[in-house]
């Protein structure tokens, strides 16, 4: 996993243009005339859309050649190009920072791997899911404490809790009776590995397709994904999926629903998967076609 750089760079890739920025972005073009208009107009009128990333695997990042990539990135450039969005600016900030960005108006959107939770609900607006998913974990091989699910390590006192701040992770954690002493924060997931492999933590908690790719990327034979995993159950005792979506401004239908428009149609074509499959993904991953937002963000 790559950290963000304190420079700027222009990405050019399959006619899409990127400029990666550490930090929050300082745009000149949001400028009191624009307050009025809706997103789309104010992304056609600046030229291109901007799309806040926290430079992570396989969401949204820059690759070792300094090319924008992902799999929401992919899906971004899919679902904008129909509505004549043929630039897109990825401005890299901690995870933790993505959501007060866009409710400052520093993005148009989120284009992380960013889970659909009440509480987000209520500052920025989401897309429909794009993806569905589970919990995961990386121990040390032979998974020496026994760490199956999040009941266990609230039950293996001694056992060391690492995850992402300012994730729906950290909430998990907590309602799972893990005290904070035993908890452990980190920006990025090639952090919390690091960390897992200096015996600082024993147990990493991501969501599983990025434990997926972190696994492969490490290529460690002293870490391996703890199997079986037991998902947190829901209300009706089956397991629960958290649903990825893209952060949208709140408060402009017009822009959600042509959003969502474009994301139906490459659901129904087939070509969301195709999209997404290269980055680990399967149709197991896929969120019913039912499931919306709205749904979602009401708990």
């Given amino acids: 996993m790559m950290k963000a750089t304190r420079r700027q760079a222009m990405l050019l890739g399959a006619g899409f243009g990127a400029t990666v920025l550490a930090g929050a972005l300082a745009d000149g073009s949001r ?27 396989p969401y949204g990042y820059v690759d070792a050649n300094g ?35 866009l ?56 056992a060391r809790f690492g995850t992402q701040s300012g994730s729906n992770q950290v909430q998990e954690a907590k309602d799972a009776g893990i005290e904070a002493d035993r908890v452990s924060l980190f920006d990025k997931d090639n952090e919390a590995l690091a960390a897992l492999q200096a015996d600082r933590i024993d147990v990493v908690y991501f969501p599983d397709v990025e434990i997926a790719g972190l696994l492969k990327t490490a290529n460690d034979p002293k870490i391996e994904r703890a199997l079986p995993f037991d998902q947190i159950p829901g209300p009706d005792g089956k397991p629960s999926f958290n649903y990825h979506a893209f952060g ?42 039912d499931v919306t937002a709205e749904q979602v963000c009401a708990g």
């Avoid at 709140?250 to 969502?260: H, I, L, P, T, Y």
């Fill in 31 to 57: 400028t009191p005339a624009h307050a009025a208009e809706g997103t789309l107009a104010k992304i056609k009128a600046r030229g291109r859309l901007i799309a806040g990333i926290a430079n992570e695997q």
């Fill in 67 to 101: 090319k924008l990539t992902g799999a929401n990135i992919d899906v971004l450039r899919a679902v904008v190009a129909p509505l004549g969005i043929t630039q897109i600016e990825a401005p890299i900030v901690d995870f933790g920072a993505l959501v007060p960005g």
């Fill in 103 to 158: 409710a400052a108006d520093r993005f148009d959107v989120i284009g992380a791997g960013l889970f659909i939770r009440p509480a987000r609900c209520k500052v920025i607006a989401f897309s429909n899911p794009v993806t569905r998913s589970g919990g995961a974990f990386l121990v040390k091989a032979g998974n020496p404490l026994g760490l199956h699910s999040l009941k266990d390590v609230a039950a293996k006192k001694n």
């Fill in 248 to 289: 949208l401004p709140k408060g402009d239908k017009e822009f959600a629903d042509a959003f969502n428009a474009e994301l139906k149609k490459l659901r129904t074509s087939g070509r969301l998967l195709e999209l997404l499959k290269p980055y680990g993904y399967t149709e197991n991953e896929l969120p019913p076609e």
